[in-house]
């Protein structure tokens, strides 16, 4: 950050309004201030560990014993006195092996050698929940015994917080905390709603806006909001505020306030020093430290605290890519190659309005189709499985910008192959094609134009028919589609999450051709039967997980 952007961002935190010390506990910097207590304090043999292998997340593993009268392992942070003052309860976002655990909380007012406010939970095995819990609910224990005529909880006395296993069972335990948050109250980041502070700082456009559009931010995270003034909507003109404002237009204000939103708490210093956040549109926002802009538009206040994160106010309305993958291609000169490809491939409408995606497209201009020659072109053309195993070599699920690729080295494609990512002398380069133009954001993911057409192996003579494929890709395919498909699932983003299944699914059976064994090609085309009679998102999602968990075992079993 140059000394013109630093001191301009100074100026600008004076400015801000003052917001409450935050209380949540979350693990970004690391989990140095939480230590674990175990119970050879009592001469028992229970382990314990907090370890960081994945950012932003404490992990706490050991083995419990009961010998020697033990039987609990614990771990465990200090908190200054007085910041869950007004909080109504405590919530957090945690991960365990299906085990009992206990979330303990300790008060300077009520201190017992073995004591504390407790409130106990049970854990999914390998799955991520969020719960909440009033101060009403937690209980007074000491020696595990419960404490008659108990002082209530005091929320502004509260001096530490921790997690316990103690449920009596011997073995390994494995458990995983996201973040810890107060609920309700002064504790839980000012007291104040989306709703209060956009009134407070002349921001009744936007919260008119986000009502009509019946917008919900992501449950259970805190997020950042790049809130336009009410001068910045007074900006846009007046037809496509009409629209926007319409039954029609809705699902493209939705879309549009999406954009201004960032799932994740991003204070302004830290905020600056990145060159681009993701949206939940999809599309990502450039930073410029220099000239203190997010997505071209001036910063003009930050840092400014509500109950759900953090809001920056901007000058400009920020308006997303609206059209399709298959919209900018087919608009796009240099692809007319790419679209009649697809066309022939009947995957056009896979890249359209009916799958929101994301996908990042390897899109080969039309040189490079060209460089084929008319002879191989046409081959591809007049064989719709070889030419739907090449096109599927050039699509990657979810969204990779460009400057993403030498670090990843590699990504998988919906043909289940891997494709290489590297940085050869400057250039990136994706399957040995050099990236000419990158980041074309869509509505549906991201366009990167390459020099090359990327073929998939390949029997030595020319471009004949691939045999189909085999039960490994078969595998590879559904465990990437289950990646990138559950997490949306648990953030509640169901469409998606049946969208990637479907086209998965449909992968398979296209371009396995009569190499997918009859039992498993009936199950998955029972499957999109079933789910294309289904409107309920959910629950397409789990006729398509359901079906493609029986192809996964058949297909690591090597049986039909």
């Excluded at 994945?54 to 910041?83: A, C, H, M, W, Y």
């Excluded at 030419?387 to 990657?396: D, G, T």
Aim: proline share 5%; charged share 25%.
């Amino acid at each position: 950050m140059t000394s013109r952007s630093l001191a301009a961002l100074v100026s600008m935190l004076a400015a801000a309004p003052a917001i409450a010390q935050e209380a949540n506990l979350e693990f970004n910097d690391g989990t140095g201030r939480w230590s674990t207590v175990l119970d050879g304090v009592m001469g028992g043999r229970s382990t314990g560990r907090i370890s960081q292998e994945d950012p932003g997340i404490l992990r706490f593993t050991g083995e419990l014993s009961l010998k020697n009268n033990g039987g609990f392992s614990s771990i465990r942070t200090g908190v200054p006195q007085g910041i869950f003052a007004g909080a109504e309860g405590m919530t957090f976002r945690v991960k365990g092996d299906g085990r009992r655990y206990q979330f303990d909380i300790r008060c300077s007012d009520v201190r017992l050698m073995a004591g504390s406010f407790q409130v106990k939970f049970d854990t999914k095995a390998g799955e991520w929940t969020t719960l909440e819990f009033p101060f009403r609910e937690f209980r007074l224990y000491n020696f595990g015994e419960l404490v008659d005529g108990a002082p209530r909880l005091r929320s502004e006395r509260i001096e530490s917080i921790g997690f316990t296993l103690a449920d009596k069972k011997e073995g390994p335990f494995a458990f995983e905390v996201d973040w810890v948050r107060p609920l309700g109250g002064a504790g839980s980041g000012g007291g104040q709603s989306l709703g209060s502070v956009a009134e407070k700082a002349g921001l009744t456009t936007l919260l008119s806006l986000v009502k009509a559009a019946g917008l919900e931010l992501p449950k259970g995270e805190r997020v950042t909001i790049f809130a336009p003034t009410n001068d910045a909507f007074a900006k846009l003109p007046k037809e496509k505020v009409e629209f926007l404002t319409s039954e029609k237009g809705k699902a493209t204000l939705a879309a549009v306030l999406r954009h201004h939103v960032v799932a994740s708490s991003i204070e302004s210093p830290a905020l600056l020093a990145r060159r681009r956040v993701v949206a939940l549109s999809g599309q990502s926002l450039a930073i410029d430290a220099d000239a203190l802009t997010v997505g071209g538009a001036k910063v003009l206040a930050t840092d400014v605290g509500f109950d759900g994160g953090i809001v920056h106010v901007i000058d400009t309305v920020l308006v997303p890519e609206l059209r399709t993958i298959t919209e900018i291609a087919k608009q796009e000169p240099r692809l007319s190659s790419l679209v009649k490809a697809l066309v022939a491939a009947d995957l056009a409408s896979q890249f359209g309005d009916r799958n929101p995606g994301p996908w990042t497209i390897l899109a080969p201009v039309d040189e490079a189709f060209g460089a084929l020659g008319d002879k191989a072109f046409e081959e591809l053309a007049a064989n719709p499985d070889r030419l739907r195993a090449v096109l599927a070599a050039h699509v990657i699920p979810g969204s990779i910008r460009r400057s993403d690729m030498p670090a990843m080295g590699k990504a998988r494609t919906l043909g289940g192959a891997s494709v290489k990512l590297a940085l050869d002398n400057g250039q990136v380069t994706a399957g040995g094609a050099r990236i000419i133009v990158a980041d074309i954001e869509a509505a549906n993911g991201v366009i990167h134009l390459i020099d090359r057409v990327i073929t998939p192996e390949a029997p030595s003579e020319g471009m004949s028919p691939m045999p189909g494929i085999d039960p490994a890709k078969v595998a590879a395919i559904i465990e990437l589609a289950i990646e990138r498909g559950a997490p949306m699932f648990n953030a509640g983003d169901v469409a998606a999450c049946a969208a990637i299944y479907e086209v998965a699914i449909t992968s398979i059976l296209e371009l396995g051709g009569g190499s997918i064994p009859a039992l498993t090609r009936e199950v998955l085309a029972d499957a999109i039967a079933e789910a294309r009679r289904e409107a309920d998102a959910s629950e397409r999602a789990w006729i398509f997980r359901r079906a493609m968990d029986k192809a996964y075992s058949r297909a690591t079993a090597g049986t039909d």
